[in-house]
């Protein structure tokens, strides 16, 4: 079975600064991988996906995510944040095919003026 | 875009009492739905999937008596919560896939449900 690993729980940034949010995953074959964002009290948006191909992916908001094999890693960077990328976000990692995806422990951003 | 409705947004239910969560696919056929349940600062664990027509699967350890999953039809997926219990309040969130039998069909999440039981 897959699993996801965010190893950390929480992370101040300053406005203007760059982001970067690890995640570890857990999966014998090539993994399918995602990172979400959840504002409070709602649900989860997607940021980006990797399927296959370019190991760097771009997704929306301005974030990117590069998957590592050798690491067993998709980190999420963003060169400057924005007030509004304070959330929740979440890796997740699927086996092919069936999108019953295993989530991280997510990692809650607070950015500061 | 796609959207996931999901109502109510958030219910207050007396112990011993049953609640209907419902999940809508507003613009798309979502043959396969997928119930999680979030605890406060945790992460989602997936409770259940639903596949239209058929009966839900549910994950080792979730109850599926307590916890009903109706998929009656392409757009519409309901979780109820029987015998509601304080330890059943959580956020209870829903996402819906297309037709399309990959990953290149978008799965599409609903806002949630703040479920507490008193």
């Known amino acids: 079975a897959q699993s996801v690993t965010q190893p950390d729980i929480h992370i101040t940034v300053s406005e203007g600064a760059s982001l970067e949010l690890r995640c570890n995953y857990s999966?014998?074959?090539?993994?399918?991988l995602f990172w979400y964002v959840q504002s409070p009290g709602q649900g989860l948006q997607l940021l980006l996906k990797?399927?296959?191909?370019?190991?760097l992916v771009q997704g929306i908001k301005g974030f990117e995510a590069e998957f590592k094999r050798s690491q067993s890693s998709f980190n999420l960077r963003k060169p400057s944040v924005h007030w509004s990328d304070a959330a929740e976000y979440f890796c997740a990692v699927g086996a092919s095919g069936d999108y019953k995806l295993s989530f991280g422990a997510g990692t809650t951003v607070t950015v500061r003026a | 875009g796609a959207v996931v409705s999901q109502h109510p947004s958030w219910v207050i239910c007396k112990s011993g009492t049953s609640v209907k969560i419902e999940c809508r696919s507003l613009?798309?056929?979502?043959?396969?739905m997928f119930w999680y349940r979030q605890f406060p600062k945790q992460s989602l664990m997936l409770m259940a999937t639903?596949?239209?027509?058929?009966?839900?699967?549910?994950e080792q350890g979730v109850e599926k008596d307590k916890f009903l999953i109706n998929h009656a039809s392409l757009t519409l997926s309901t979780l109820t919560v029987t015998s509601a219990h304080p330890e059943d309040s959580s956020f209870y969130i829903c996402?819906?896939?297309?037709?399309?039998?990959?990953?290149?069909?978008?799965?599409?999440f609903g806002n949630g449900t703040r479920l507490t039981v008193t």
């Open positions: 613009d798309f056929q979502a043959t396969t």
């Open positions: 990797y399927f296959s191909g370019d190991t």
């Open positions: 996402s819906a896939r297309g037709t399309q039998s990959s990953y290149n069909s978008p799965l599409h």
């Open positions: 999966y014998g074959a090539t993994p399918y």
């Open positions: 639903s596949n239209e027509g058929s009966k839900a699967t549910y």
